[in-house]
């Protein structure tokens, strides 16, 4: 089992900046794969990005050029860069790791943008 924190979120004007973080209770580089999705009121959960534990990594097209994931193994954190914020972004934001034996969520972290 993995728990997940996640912190960062908040109200961002468009155009503006936020990073997000996913604390993991254990060592990440263990951990298949670590992602970033989001659920915006009335929509389904969809994944923005993810990273293996190799470091390879995927972008969905729509966050393509504005969103960034890495990770700091040492601190067992994964990150979330969001650049260039729309009000579309607008949602709350799930850390995930999907492990052979299921998948765990943080609680959610809200993004606001809006002027």
């Known amino acids: 089992q993995v728990q997940l924190v996640e912190s960062g979120g908040g109200l961002v004007q468009p155009g503006g900046s936020l990073r997000l973080s996913c604390a993991a209770s254990?060592?990440?580089?263990?951990?298949?794969?670590m992602g970033w999705y989001r659920q915006a009121p009335g929509k389904q959960r969809e994944l923005v990005a993810s990273?293996?534990?190799?470091?390879?990594?995927y972008i969905a097209a729509f966050v393509k050029g504005r969103f960034t994931i890495s990770r700091d193994i040492a601190k067992n954190t994964v990150y979330l860069q969001m650049n260039s914020l729309k009000p579309e972004d607008t949602a709350v934001y799930y850390c995930?790791?999907?492990?052979?034996?299921?998948?765990?969520w943080g609680q959610g972290t809200q993004v606001t943008v809006s002027s």
């Open positions: 990273m293996a534990k190799g470091g390879s990594t």
């Open positions: 995930n790791a999907h492990e052979y034996s299921g998948d765990y």
């Open positions: 254990r060592i990440i580089f263990s951990i298949n794969v």
